[in-house]
């Protein structure tokens, strides 16, 4: 049982470039959530699914995509990348409404 | 929109010493309430979850208290240890599926 699992760990995008972030969770958890975390800065909502094939809008899902096709993943789009977008990226889940999150590792990126 | 604040945003304690960390909301409607710990460079761990019917949670020398008429939260730790410093994370979930998250406090614990 690995949890969350989020590949890359550490990434550096060009302006304008595209690219996803992987997300996996082999807890077969319904919800899933991706947040980004700003240096000195709690996280903040960007997309978030309650099961396969839902998605729906956080705090801040401004130049971000995503999709939701199985339970196990759930993938984050970058189109366009800026220099705002710099941050570190996490991807949780869980299983129900009154259960905790799991959070995966973070994937560090850096947009020059 | 909800916003949570942490008091103090970094504090540092001698070893042995009980300590209070503090998150307030501006919204009390309110479905959960957590507390996180994170390690730097590391992902959140969870550490209690308080329903908002709920008004503490306890697990070994971590005990969560939730007054939601007033908006706030805090966590107490008993008998602090040098493993115990990290940063603390609060984060309340609205009667939706949004969470929100405070900044939270750096603690550092001195042996």
């Known amino acids: 049982n690995a949890g969350v699992t989020q590949t890359p760990k550490f990434r550096i995008l060009k302006i304008g470039q595209s690219m996803t972030l992987q997300c996996t969770q082999d807890?077969?958890?319904?919800?899933m959530y991706w947040y980004r975390q700003d240096p000195g800065m709690g996280l903040k909502l960007i997309y978030y699914s309650v099961g396969a094939g839902i998605t729906d809008k956080g705090e801040v899902p401004n130049g971000y995509n995503v999709s939701r096709s199985t339970t196990e993943d759930f993938p984050l789009r970058l189109e366009l990348a800026a220099p705002s977008q710099t941050s570190v990226y996490f991807c949780?889940?869980?299983?129900?409404?009154?259960?905790?999150?799991?959070f995966g590792p973070g994937t560090r990126l850096l947009v020059l | 929109k909800q916003e949570v604040t942490q008091i103090p945003a970094a504090l540092s304690v001698p070893e042995g010493e009980n300590l209070v960390l503090n998150c307030s909301f501006t919204d009390s409607a309110i479905y959960n309430l957590q507390w996180f710990r994170q390690d730097p460079g590391k992902g959140l761990t969870s550490l209690l979850l308080i329903q908002s019917s709920q008004r503490e949670q306890t697990s070994g020398r971590l005990n969560a208290s939730l007054d939601k008429s007033s908006g706030r939260s805090t966590l107490y730790i008993a008998a602090s240890q040098p493993g115990d410093s990290a940063t603390y994370l609060c984060a309340v979930r609205d009667t939706g599926n949004q969470f929100y998250f405070g900044t939270g406090t750096s603690l550092t614990v001195i042996p």
């Open positions: 807890m077969n958890h319904n919800y």
């Open positions: 949780a889940s869980r299983r129900g409404p009154q259960e905790t999150q799991y």
